[in-house]
């Protein structure tokens, strides 16, 4: 059903829809907490173990108590991205998000990149933790790029992915 | 009664809607049942928060003394000529003073050194004229 209504990620959007969570939250310094934001967005972040099957569960959006739940097991900056992750599905695909079709997300995300709406939600989620208005406040500052993921609270990996997508570098 | 095969993935399977994408297609219910000991907040979640902002603050500071410091290196390189002048006004004087004692002293040289008195006085009031002309622009 809802799988044919989007072909190719849509990356304008989750940027202009970050962007705007951002200004309408005032958040004008980093890090961007995305707890926060659920928080005045109503959503509940719970951090809880997965057990069995669902033990390499990153985390999920449950529409039943709109709240999002991420596997304690994880890494801080890897939490936070799922849970920016989550955001962005609920911002950008909630009926989507709210239908059978919806899928959690597995720590184990190479299948999942190719699915648009996983793209468009991690392009939402880096958008959101990591925008570009307050990368360019640092960028020039001889910061490290491991200093600024610990800025950004993000992971050293995501950092480098968005130096290299926003600034070439 | 023959009974139904074991399925191949096992437990698993039961976590999965599609049997085409076995690997990363769950089912959200059975994820759901799968959490355990959930809580509200996460300790180290909040303590990567903290480094963060710390390194904000921190940032923020250095940014801010090198903006001071910046300020006053301007400052300095703006009245450097000042101090400069001011030293020569100094000198000047001086040079005028020396000289007129050597005049007193050596008064058949007292030509030759009020002469040199009135070089140093000159560029004196010259540097004077230069820190007061800066002063009123």
Redesign the interface.
């Known amino acids: 059903m809802f799988g044919n209504t989007l072909d190719r990620p849509d990356y304008r959007r989750a940027e202009r829809e970050a962007e705007r969570l951002l200004r309408d939250m005032d958040v004008t310094v980093p890090p961007v907490n995305p707890i926060t934001i659920a928080a005045e967005l109503g959503v509940k972040v719970w951090f809880a173990n997965f057990t069995g099957t669902s033990s390499n569960v990153s985390g999920f959006y449950d529409c039943k108590d709109n709240s999002i739940y991420v596997n304690k097991d994880e890494y801080p900056p890897r939490q936070t991205f799922t849970i920016a992750h989550e955001l962005g599905h609920k911002m950008l695909h909630e009926e989507w998000a709210n239908s059978g079709e919806y899928k959690v997300l597995w720590r184990d995300v190479a299948g999942q990149e190719q699915d648009a709406k996983e793209v468009e939600a991690n392009a939402f989620a880096a958008n959101l933790l990591m925008p570009k208005f307050l990368m360019d406040r640092y960028i020039d500052r001889g910061i490290s790029p491991s200093q600024m993921a610990t800025l950004f609270a993000v992971s050293l990996p995501a950092m480098r992915n968005r130096l290299s997508k926003l600034y070439g570098l | 009664m023959a009974s139904e095969p074991p399925s191949p993935g096992g ?2 399977d ?2 999965l ?1 599609s049997v085409t ?1 076995r ?4 089912d ?1 219910d ?3 049942h ?9 300790p ?2 909040t ?3 903290g ?3 710390h ?2 603050h921190q ?1 923020d500071d250095k ?1 801010e003394t090198n903006r001071y410091k910046e300020v006053r290196y301007d400052k300095l390189i703006e009245l450097s000529p000042v101090i400069i002048a001011a030293f020569v006004v100094i000198l000047g004087f001086a040079v005028f003073i020396g000289c007129m004692f050597a005049a007193l002293g050596h008064e058949t040289q007292a030509e030759y050194w009020a002469k040199q008195g009135e070089r140093g006085i000159g560029t004196a009031v010259a540097a004077l004229a230069y820190i007061f002309g800066k002063s009123t622009k």
Do not use: H, P
Not at chain 2, 23 to 26: A, G, H
Not at chain 2, 34 to 41: D, F
């Open positions: 437990e698993r039961i976590a809607t994408d690997v990363i297609i769950t959200r059975a994820a759901r799968a959490t355990a000991g959930k809580e509200g907040a996460d180290e979640l303590r990567n928060f480094q963060a902002v390194l904000q940032l940014k």
